[in-house]
């Protein structure tokens, strides 16, 4: 047990009794609501966000239902298609809501040709960023558009070695960066994280990825403790607690805080 609470900044539920889609083929095992709150005890996680991934395509309702059933310390962030209407958007954003994702290395969510103006739309009308599960080689064609929007996370430190260079310019115009799914990317992650809290201490999100679907690794304690043992208490602290509660300002966050 952690002595201070941790905000898990990504994770997953999956849960067969709503739609899920087969993607290139796989379709994951059941993470419940009530299968990650065994591990978030363990872990002094009190908050968190939850993320769709590419199987859940553009479906709402396991996203309300765990959110209802987690609580108001956690938000989500959700797929939806450029044709949601403002009030579909509003009602999401009422339930905890938090940001879409854009989902370029797997594909189930909207076309990266909607992003502009999908994250332009969603934050103007309730203050949504933008999130995406990008590798980031891919990041120069992107550029333009990301220097757009208001408000970006991107997850997994990026995955790439090779575009990583890319990643820091981001984190210089403000963009945040998920310290998560370690395993998936082929660097050492302690050193990117030190470059990214480097240019702004405000920038990472630490996240369990829990179930850790498709990675090399699923999510061990480890990974949590390789940033509480690395980094000055306080900086500790915002990378897994406060950066997150900042960008996500979950229902509660009053007595979060």
Known sequence: MFDKPVFDAHLHIIDHQFPLQPNEGYLPSDFTVSDYQQHAARLNIDGGAI???????????????????????????????????????????????????????????????????????????????????????????LSTTLHKLPAVVIDHLGLSKAGFKYLLPLVEKGARVKATGFSRCDFDVLTAMRQITAINPGALLFGTDLPSTRAPRPFAVTDLQLILNNFPDDIAAKICRENALALYQPLSISRLD
């Open 51 to 141: 993320v769709s991934g590419s199987f859940q395509g553009f479906d709402q309702q396991y996203l309300l239902a765990a959110l209802k059933q987690l609580g108001p310390n956690y938000v989500g962030v959700t797929q939806i298609p450029a044709s949601a209407t403002d009030e579909e958007i509003i009602a999401l954003h009422n339930a905890g809501v938090r940001a879409v994702r854009f989902n370029v290395q797997r594909g189930g969510s909207e076309s990266v040709k909607f992003l502009e103006r999908l994250g332009l739309r969603v934050h103007e009308l309730v203050k949504w960023h933008v999130e995406l599960y990008v590798d980031s080689r891919q990041l120069p064609g």
